[in-house]
């Protein structure tokens, strides 16, 4: 207790407090004064505030003077005073009234039912978010695909004519033509790539004589795309009868040494034993492997069916380009791979009852092809009783009946191998049926958009159509644009690859290319880097620095 306590009566000084809390000590101080007002009050109400008591004496509140809680004197109590006595009346709440207030604000406001959490949602938002609190269900596997997603743009859409489209099939054909001429390997692209190939063959052939490197897959039939790889095979009696990992190895070191690349990785616990790596020049990813003959019996197989079916290559490259901007075109991660793409196109044009019957011309009608096959296998193939065959004009059979069906996993894609019936070339694609939502989830959105360029013709014909704008963009008609489109990461390739062109011909010591042209075409170089480079930076670049 305070010193003013033990003397029974009036307010203490701040000198004299005692070590307790400010509240405890407001409280007290405020109880005091109540007191000392009742006391005051009820000794003489019609007395002024001077008033002494009965025994004489005066009360303590009279014979000093009030303090605020700032430490400022204050007039005495004005209880019982008319109003025109008084100088001065405050207009402000009395101690009491302030000790009330401060008591109902420190009590714990209720909280309502919906009012809950809230708060601590709005501290959690100022914070950073931990891994397992950020959702990732965006439909992208990593970083990479969903920067590339607001990459894409539609480059083709510059040399695709809408004037005089007619109905929304010949809007979609222009759209995919258009996309194929533009996605197709130029030939400088080909051009740098045959250099690589050469200068990978005469580095190998110098360390083993007996060596024959051959090119297959889609570098040799042509359908790869801007980042597609480069597969090869050696033939060699000398490496057939060695230790395959001591011959992996041998061949890393000499491509190493030969200044081809200098980031090589074996893999020879696969399947099939491969040397992976990445070029120099170009910047190529290649794969060799060895003593492999059925991939060059299939690229001479695809290439006889591409004289035969015209649609096949813009149908290819069009379903090549879209699982790839999804990661789903490699077998490894459960796609779909370059071959079995191939093999389900050429199945699905051998198929179709109107090319059958002759009514429609398939080169003339690609965008209606491409919108039937992500129909066709995203919605209706039945993955689980049916394989698919190629040969003898295109057949179906039952999986179950040839012992194809795997019962933990009867919904897998099953494709014979035109080259050898026994094998299953999709066997390993165990994400078939997400590739089959994603072609049926691109199946409705092209179905939509083509709603909506059909209504737009409908309205011009009719003179309903008004534009609201002064400009409108290519890439709304675009009904192809609503699934895919081209990343600037392939617009960057392209450029680098035109540029870099002088340096694989100096590389192959001024070496005339496979084609017979020559090396030095720095004009056609940059008229084709402006023409790929689509507004990028790099090209932007390079373009100004050589011209």
């Known amino acids: 207790m305070s010193s003013s306590r033990k003397s029974g009566g009036g307010n203490s000084s701040p000198t004299d407090a005692t070590p307790q809390t400010k509240q405890d000590n407001r409280r007290a101080r405020r109880r005091r004064e109540r007191e000392n007002r009742n006391a005051e009050a009820g000794g003489s109400a019609d007395a002024g505030p001077s008033t002494a008591v009965s025994n004489g004496s005066t009360t303590p509140s009279t014979s000093k003077k009030h303090r605020s809680k700032s430490g400022r004197e204050e007039k005495p109590s004005s209880h019982g005073v008319g109003f025109e006595e008084t100088d001065f009346i405050a207009f402000s709440f009395s ?264 009514e429609i011309d398939p080169s003339k009608n690609l965008g209606v092809l491409v919108m039937e096959f992500f129909e066709l296998y995203g919605c209706y193939f039945n993955y689980e009783e049916v394989g698919i065959s190629v040969r003898d004009g295109g057949t179906y059979f039952n999986k179950a009946r040839r012992g194809w069906r795997e019962y933990r996993e009867p919904k897998l894609l099953s494709i014979e191998d035109p080259g050898d019936p026994s094998n299953d070339i999709s066997r390993g694609s165990y994400g078939i049926m997400k590739v089959r939502a994603t072609l049926a989830g691109a199946h409705n959105i092209m179905l939509a958009a083509a709603y909506v360029q059909a209504g737009i013709l409908s309205a011009r014909r009719e003179g309903r159509y008004v534009n609201l704008r002064d400009i409108s963009s290519s890439e709304e008609m675009s009904i192809l644009a609503s699934v895919m489109g081209v990343t600037q990461e392939v617009c960057d390739t392209r450029v680098r690859l035109c540029f870099s062109q002088p340096n694989v011909c100096a590389a192959a010591d001024d070496q005339p290319s496979p084609n017979g042209s020559g090396c030095s075409r720095q004009a056609s170089v940059a008229s084709h880097a402006r023409r790929y480079a689509s507004g990028s930076a790099l090209a932007e670049t390079i373009v100004l620095g050589t011209t």
């Open 95 to 358: 101690d009491e009234d302030e000790g009330e207030i401060e008591e109902a604000v420190e009590m714990k406001t209720p909280v309502r039912e919906w009012d809950k959490g809230k708060g601590k949602e709005r501290e959690n938002s100022v914070r950073k978010r931990k891994m397992g609190e950020v959702t990732l269900d965006d439909g992208y596997a990593n970083k990479k695909q969903r920067v590339a997603a607001a990459s894409r743009r539609a480059p083709w859409l510059a040399d695709v004519g809408w004037e005089g489209c007619t109905n929304v099939s010949e809007m979609l054909h222009r759209d995919v033509e258009g996309f194929v001429r533009y996605i197709s390997p130029t030939p400088q692209e080909d051009e740098v790539r045959s250099l690589v190939v050469e200068l990978i063959r005469r580095a190998i052939t110098r360390q083993f004589p007996d060596a024959q490197v051959l090119p297959f897959g889609s570098y040799e039939t042509k359908l790869y795309l801007p980042l597609g790889d480069i597969d090869l095979v050696i033939h060699s009696n000398t490496m057939a009868y060695s230790d395959k990992e001591n011959v992996l190895r041998a061949l890393a070191n000499t491509l190493r040494r030969a200044g081809i690349t200098d980031n090589v990785k074996i893999i020879a616990k696969a399947k099939v034993p491969i040397v992976k790596f990445v070029t120099i020049h170009g910047r190529f990813s290649v794969d060799i492997s060895i003593n492999q003959g059925n991939g060059v019996a299939a690229g001479k197989m695809i290439n006889h069916f591409l004289s035969e079916l015209p649609a096949l290559r813009a149908l290819v490259f069009v379903v090549k380009s879209f699982l790839s901007q999804r990661s789903m075109n490699e077998v490894f991660t459960g796609g779909l791979g370059s071959y079995s793409i191939v093999c389900l196109a050429i199945s699905f044009l051998q198929h179709h009852p109107k090319i059958r019957r002759g």
